[in-house]
């Protein structure tokens, strides 16, 4: 896309964030460093420090001890007495409300992040940003004219033309129903794909962090409980008491090796399986993930024949774990990814299941939920 930033273009982004902070019934202690550019999702419940967080990092409210360093450039430091003031830093900042300013139309609110950016380098420019966001009819009406969903990427637009060190997003979608959300959800995995500027997103739906992350900061009382990736965090315990039982699943990495578009189904390869579920708009090559709830896998000792369930994946049972007084949870190694299955604890007796047990997991292809990650070369 002509005249947007990407990362060919602008070399290797990081962060690193080191914040604690007290309050009379609040503690805040978190450490977070981000290599490359992508969306660092903090997620969890109500309460738990995700918007204290990063209002912390734009520098909206002083932490007790502090580190921020975005791009090379440290924005705080209490060791070393550094304290770049909010105004300064470049950051741009999208609420759960679009905040336009209502006696200015889409142009107006565009061009006022734009003025922002006076002195810098401008890496995004209006043309682009426009594009980019799907804005090209909407410049000449004014907030009250516009969807929630539209408001929103005028918003988005807006922070990205001040030209951001890091972009900063506190749950962006709450406010919007789930038609709006669906609108807007894929220009944010736009923005992940195609531009090189950081973004911390902030999210109690497991739903969005799913579609976005890159890097998942799980928080809990004011702590990151864990953090990595999507897939490595969707498989740990602490993750259930927040997304809840019927949640618990595993994110799979895979890549499209067929699609075809007159069915609507995609062939993934996942380690040493193939995984075949609904997936439109995707080409061979293309980065998928994909969502393996546990309460949908069936385990299997033999491999099962004459059944309508397409997918019957091989692996080895790498752990198991009791998930309630009645039933276990049960890890399997599909040659590299790890898939959930939650069997009862009779079957799993029934089964003979051990660590090292070589199982089928049989899952309907509608039960899967995938997305598509990076687009491929080419596409």
């Not at 909206?60 to 360093?69: G, H, N």
């Not at 897939?231 to 090796?257: M, Q, Y």
């Not at 009645?326 to 599909?334: A, P, Q, R």
């Amino acid at each position: 896309m002509a005249g947007a930033a990407s990362a060919a273009n602008l070399g290797t982004l990081m962060f690193k964030i080191r914040l604690a902070l007290k309050r009379e019934n609040f503690t805040l202690d978190v450490e977070i460093e981000q290599r490359a550019p992508g969306i660092v999702a903090l997620f969890g419940r109500s309460g738990c420090g995700k918007t204290t967080l990063i209002n912390a990092v734009a520098g909206l409210l002083r932490a007790d001890s502090s580190y921020i360093e975005v791009d090379g450039v440290v924005l705080e430091d209490s060791r070393a007495n550094v304290y770049v003031r909010s105004e300064n830093r470049r950051i741009g900042y999208v609420f759960q409300e679009a905040r336009l300013f209502p006696h200015l139309d889409v142009t107006g609110n565009l061009n006022y992040g734009f003025r922002r950016a006076r002195g810098v380098e401008v890496r995004l420019r209006f043309d682009s940003v426009v594009q980019l966001l799907g804005l090209e009819a909407l410049l000449r009406r004014r907030p009250h004219q516009l969807s929630g969903g539209e408001r929103q990427r005028v918003a988005l637009g807006r922070a990205l033309l001040a030209q951001p060190r890091v972009l900063l997003l506190d749950e962006p979608l709450a406010s919007l129903d789930a038609a709006r959300r669906e609108e807007v959800l894929p220009y944010l995995e736009r923005l992940r794909d195609e531009l090189a500027i950081p973004m911390i997103y902030v999210s109690h739906q497991f739903e969005e962090v799913l579609r976005l992350a890159t890097h998942v900061v799980l928080m809990s009382d004011g702590r990151a409980v864990t953090q990595g990736t999507l897939d490595a965090v969707s498989l740990h315990p602490a993750l259930r008491a927040i997304i809840g039982a019927d949640a618990v699943g595993a994110v799979l990495l895979g890549t499209v090796e067929l699609a075809d578009e007159s069915t609507g189904l995609a062939a993934v390869r996942v380690g040493d399986n193939v995984v075949n579920l609904s997936l439109r708009g995707v080409r061979p090559g293309a980065q998928v993930r994909i969502q393996l709830l546990a309460r949908d896998v069936i385990l299997a000792t033999v491999r099962p024949e004459g059944m309508s369930v397409r997918n019957v994946l091989k692996g080895i049972v790498s752990r198991i774990a009791a998930d309630d007084p009645d039933t276990d949870l049960v890890h399997v190694d599909l040659g590299g990814p790890v898939v959930l299955a939650r069997v009862t604890r009779a079957a799993s007796a029934a089964l003979a299941l051990r660590i090292g047990t070589t199982v089928w997991v049989l899952v309907k292809s509608v039960s899967i939920r995938g997305h598509a990650y990076v687009t491929a070369p080419g596409a």
